[in-house]
């Protein structure tokens, strides 16, 4: 198992994905390639910053790819809150997602805190 794979993060992040392709599958048909593809992409795109961040050589790309990570993840934010609003959400579905995105977004904060902190320390 690599390094990344052992962050909670990461784990949790693949959780969401999964969520999101539950939910995303009873979203009306027309949507497909709308609001059903950006969900997904942008879901996808959460694990997938974090995992490619941690491949990279140096501290400063692996922060970069975080903060595309953490973006990905307030995309899906707008997205889910567009989808509420459309009603192909309940409101207490969404604020299940909703609170799964706080986490995230805190724990990539805090990834990209902690390796500030490594970096101040050399």
């Given at each position: 198992m690599l390094?990344?794979?052992?962050?909670?993060?990461?784990?949790?992040?693949?959780?969401?994905?999964?969520h999101i392709y539950e939910i995303t599958?009873?979203?009306p048909k027309d949507e497909k390639y709308g609001i059903v593809d950006q969900l997904r992409r942008a879901s996808v795109s959460i694990p997938a910053n974090i995992a490619e961040g941690s491949g990279r050589y140096h501290r400063k790309d692996y922060m970069q790819f975080l903060r595309m990570a953490r973006a990905s993840a307030y995309e899906c934010i707008a997205l889910?809150?567009?989808?509420?609003?459309?009603k192909y959400l309940e409101n207490g579905r969404y604020i299940s997602l909703y609170s799964e995105l706080v986490?995230?977004?805190k724990m990539i904060s805090g990834l990209m805190n902690k390796l500030n902190e490594e970096n101040d320390d050399k």
């Open positions: 390094k990344f794979e052992k962050l909670d993060v990461y784990q949790k992040s693949l959780v969401y994905v999964q599958k009873v979203f889910l809150q567009i989808s509420l609003n459309q986490v995230i977004t």
